[in-house]
């Protein structure tokens, strides 16, 4: 059963830039898409990005701007970046793995505030 | 983008009772829906694939129907164990998109 991790800052100054990483207990990073979603009282869950396992990527047009994604595969993990932040980017952070056109597995989640 | 609505916000139910949980896509998303479970706390779970296909160690008392744009949820015989927030997710295209969630409550 893989198991994913976010790991990073739990608070972030305004116009400053978010970092998050999520951990993936299995070397299974290039056999599967891997998203970062996000979830607040405001917006709901929102698709943020994903990573393909052969390295391309792809983004939320009401974020791209802002975001980066990579992946290292020789630490099995994935990760995001978010610059500019403010208050609405606020919110709880999940790494996920897309297979058979869903997110089945999902980590715990990292609540960021941006103050 | 592909706007996903849920009804009804929120339902109350007893155990033992059928609940069934609205999802309309503003376009036309064929097959491609999923279902997920979220308790107080923790992250989302999927509970469906492709409008009916179940996840791994899904109960079968959770069901799923429909295509193009009007889908549905189903949980018959409702548990103690299942109330809680359900969203629906398109995987037609990127970005992808969720409901606004359904909270069955008791």
């Known amino acids: 059963q893989v198991q994913l991790q976010e790991s990073g800052p739990r608070q972030v100054e305004p116009s400053a830039t978010l970092s998050l990483t999520c951990g993936v207990s299995?070397?299974?990073?290039?056999?599967?898409?891997w998203s970062w979603i996000r979830q607040s009282p405001g917006k709901g869950l929102e698709w943020i990005a994903h990573?393909?396992?052969?390295?391309?990527?792809d983004f939320n047009p009401s974020l791209e701007s802002r975001v980066t994604i990579f992946m290292d595969t020789s630490k099995n993990q994935f990760s995001l970046g978010l610059s500019q932040v403010t208050a609405a980017d606020t919110a709880k952070y999940y790494c996920?793995?897309?297979?058979?056109?869903?997110?089945?597995?999902w980590g715990r989640g990292i609540l960021v505030t941006v103050s | 983008e592909i706007q996903m609505t849920q009804s009804p916000p929120s339902q109350s139910a007893s155990v033992g009772e059928t609940v069934t949980i609205s999802c309309r896509a503003s376009?036309?998303?064929?097959?491609?829906l999923s279902w997920y479970q979220q308790l107080p706390g923790q992250a989302p779970r999927i509970l469906m694939y492709?409008?009916?296909m179940l996840s791994s160690g899904v109960p079968s008392r959770f069901a799923g129907r429909g295509s193009g744009k009007d889908f549905s949820l189903t949980i018959t015989g409702l548990q103690p164990e299942d109330f809680a927030t359900y969203f629906c997710?398109?995987?037609?295209?990127?970005?992808?998109?969720f409901g606004q969630g359904t909270t069955v409550e008791v």
């Open positions: 996920a793995r897309e297979y058979n056109l869903g997110f089945d597995h």
């Open positions: 299995e070397g299974s990073l290039g056999t599967y898409y």
């Open positions: 990573i393909t396992k052969d390295g391309t990527t």
């Open positions: 376009q036309n998303i064929a097959t491609f």
């Open positions: 492709t409008v009916s």
């Open positions: 997710q398109q995987t037609y295209g990127t970005p992808y998109t």
